[in-house]
């Protein structure tokens, strides 16, 4: 876990800072109390990081769970104040502490859903529409982004809905924000973004200051001095405190303890209880398993974690969190991505990050109230730049309008609604064109001694992804693999994409591919996304 430590603590520093606004923001949104939202985020990273299969994926509070939170502690204030008067009621119970009974049962149901292995389901979720989510994310953070960059902050961090709470939407908020912008959040958003890009440079690289020193560090230290100096230079520029990182001093500073609270269990006398446990369970181990997806669908080794062992990680994550006052925790795309891009090879990363969540928090709150929002929304534009890849728009344009139309329609769909109403959108056309276009497939598997056999026979479809990813999951080391597919008239660009991430991560279990597929007439290779293999005659 310590082999990649030169690679993982400067991408713990990038997600930590991309996490702490996202953890108070969604803490806002969720109308629970600030601090509930970074013990979610510290949970996600030291509890679950440690027991999830992931080496790149992150966790913590989701801005999809914040309607359902927000629902929640409402319905629950609603319980407390019809019980008013009534000794054996819930009048003198804190809503919140009843809500956090639904948060530690909802946990309890995901482990559960991990050994009963319900994450199988992620298997049958469509290559296009994952990487549809990954470019709709990636648009939403410079759509989102660029207002708080440009020193508007109605509109609560780590929001991804079309509609916002200040009246705008994600279109007329970014028009406003050009507007209506503050001089000093502009100059510190552009002045933190060149350092990123300079930081970028592969020349750069060669130094050892360049390469072990994240430049979104370097961007947050230059903007935080540029607003300190802004007060001798020039006050009219100025953050104020509504433009800052804001975290309770009052609280942390006096006896942070208390900003620990516990579940009340007088709510297991309650059906609202249950009812809530089962919508953030389900809601949030949908979330979990399509963000694990995506995130080893850009893990730059292509390796596969098991999404069973994810939800029984997210279940003991949210089980701690209920205990100990936090909001629920999901895995999030967007700190993962973060992750990947900053360089993070094992999940030390993310349990670094949640460590630095917790140290900062207790020692260093004051210092980190003096960090512009608009330093921080610079990097996030970065990251959502980069997952928006013009190559894999390219890449699947040219599978074919199966697969083309399933991954814009899950980018416009995410855009205009949001991401778990989005994604569903883009799951309903995708298995439309799936089913439609390949329904009849097969595939043999023999084992023997060490040798391994995939035949791939008549029409192997999207709806074989879930039987050959067990197979390659359950590959064992030093395995001699042999991939048939002379006999197949057609396999599914789903299939290919999962035999070339099986390829490219072989060599970590040491394990031997030999591939073979049918000849055409025009040439004696085949192509599996840039990889070229030469066809037995």
Known sequence: MFKHLKDDLP???????????????????????????????????IVVGSLSGSQVSVSGPAAGLAVIVATGLKDFAILVEHSKGDPSGFGQSSPFELFLTSVLLAGVLQLAFGYIKAGAIANYIPSSVIHGMLAAIGLLLI??????????????EGDESFSQNDGENTITEFIRSFQQFETGAMIISVVAGIILIIWNQKSLKKYSFFKYIPGALIAVIVGTLLNHFFKSWHPAWVLSENHLVKLPLDSIQGHPENLIQTPDFKALNHFLTYKTAIVIAIIASLESLLSLEASDKIDQQRRFSSPNRELKAQGIGNMVSGLLGGIPVTAVI????????????????????????????????????????????????LVGYKLISFEVIRANYRKGWNQFVPFIVTILAIYFTDLLIGIGIGLLVGIVFVVRSNYTSGITYITDQGKHLIKLRDNVTYLNKGEVSKIFERMPKDAKVMIDGTAARFIDPDIYELIDDFIRSAPEKHISVDLKRKLNSQNRYFQIDGLKFESEK
């Open 11 to 45: 991408a713990s520093l990038v997600v930590y800072l991309v996490a702490l606004p996202l953890c108070l923001g969604i803490a806002i949104a969720s109308d629970a109390p600030l601090f509930s939202g970074m013990i979610a985020g510290i949970i996600g990273g």
């Open 143 to 156: 759509f989102k982004q660029v207002p708080h960059a440009l020193g508007i902050d109605s509109d609560f």
């Open 334 to 381: 967007v700190r993962s991505s973060a992750n990947v891009i900053a360089g993070a090879r094992t999940r030390l990363s993310a349990v670094v990050h949640g460590v630095l969540l917790l140290v900062s928090v207790l020692v260093l709150p004051e210092m980190l109230n003096l960090i512009p929002k608009a330093a921080l929304a610079a990097i996030l534009i």
